[in-house]
């Protein structure tokens, strides 16, 4: 018995010497951080010597800044581009490799391409595609006699940065569907087929129901990248125009490099934070659930 214990202990402490790697890991690169951060929600400094205690002035300030609630209403509305067209478009692209019979990997690569390119080198390439003097421009006068402002009109900028994004995660979110696709049981298919379903049938009610989970999956991505996202709208328009397309990170990147402001810049770190996760806990409460394929 006694040797079974020492046999154990033995084991536990070798569990142990190896996670304890990570755990300092952890310990160092986010405990700190947090607690930093902490800190700084309740301070005042710039980088240099001590932060001095101010209580609650800074999550006063974000309280009453029109300019950060107004890079928050523009993530709202690049969500309302972004989230409903990729998510269709990455539909579509996981249906349609699940029906290619050769090349999958071929097709598959082709689009991980645009989610591994340079954020810097897409945008400047975009950003010549879609100029007022453009190729698309060039091709929309010559067809229709139009030409639209992009990337120069408050209404069009956020939606002209929104497809940008979506080419580039397209296929990225295309996959996860893709694998989605690929883990529903084929027999499920064939019984309503039996039963004299229709392929709108069995897509509204085994598809979707059982994409569910990827589904979610993309949606918590593509919200977490909307709060996030700075090199397209920083490299194209540089938050104009009119702010239209100012970011929260774009804003926070200013104020704490340029304004030499960290403490605040945190203190709007948190909110974006909050809102995001606040978003994610609904989208999750109200989609997850049970799937009922009667």
Do not use: C
């Not at 142990?16 to 301070?43: D, E, K, N, T």
């Not at 400094?45 to 029109?66: H, Y």
């Not at 421009?137 to 030409?147: D, E, R, W």
């Not at 084929?186 to 085994?206: C, N, P, Q, V, W």
Request: glycine share 6%; charged share 10%.
């Amino acid at each position: 018995m006694s040797k079974k214990i020492g046999l154990a202990k033995k084991e536990a402490r070798k569990g142990f010497s190896i996670s304890s790697i990570y755990l300092i890991y952890a310990a160092i690169f986010w405990g700190y951080p947090f607690v930093w951060l902490f800190i700084l929600l309740f301070s005042k400094w710039r980088f240099v010597g001590s932060p001095q205690f101010v209580g609650f002035r800074n999550i006063t300030r974000v309280l009453t800044d029109p300019l950060f609630w107004k890079t928050v209403t523009n993530v709202f509305r690049f969500m309302m581009y972004y989230i409903p067209l990729v998510l269709i478009g990455a539909l579509l692209f996981a249906i349609a490799l699940n029906k290619i019979k050769f090349g999958k990997t071929f097709v598959a690569l082709s689009f991980l391409v645009a989610n591994v390119s340079s954020g810097v080198a897409y945008s400047i390439m975009f950003s010549n595609l879609f100029s007022v003097n453009g190729p698309i421009n060039k091709a929309l006068n010559s067809l229709f006699g139009i030409t639209i402002p992009w990337f120069t009109s408050p209404q069009w900028a956020m939606f002209s940065i929104a497809l940008i994004v979506i080419w580039k995660f397209i296929g990225y979110y295309g996959l996860i569907l893709y694998a989605g696709l690929t883990a529903i049981p084929k027999s499920l298919y064939e019984a309503a087929e039996l039963d004299g379903a229709g392929s709108l049938t069995k897509f509204f009610r085994i598809t979707l129901p059982l994409l569910n989970p990827s589904i979610i999956m993309v949606l918590v991505l593509a919200i977490t990248l909307a709060f996030g996202i700075f090199t397209e709208p920083y490299m194209i328009t540089g938050g104009g125009p009119m702010r239209s397309t100012l970011t929260p990170m774009m804003h926070m990147i200013t104020t704490a490099f340029q304004r030499m402001d960290p403490t605040y810049a945190a203190t709007m770190a948190v909110f974006v934070a909050i809102i995001s996760f606040g978003m994610i806990w609904v989208i999750r409460k109200t989609m997850e659930r049970e799937v009922d394929l009667v």
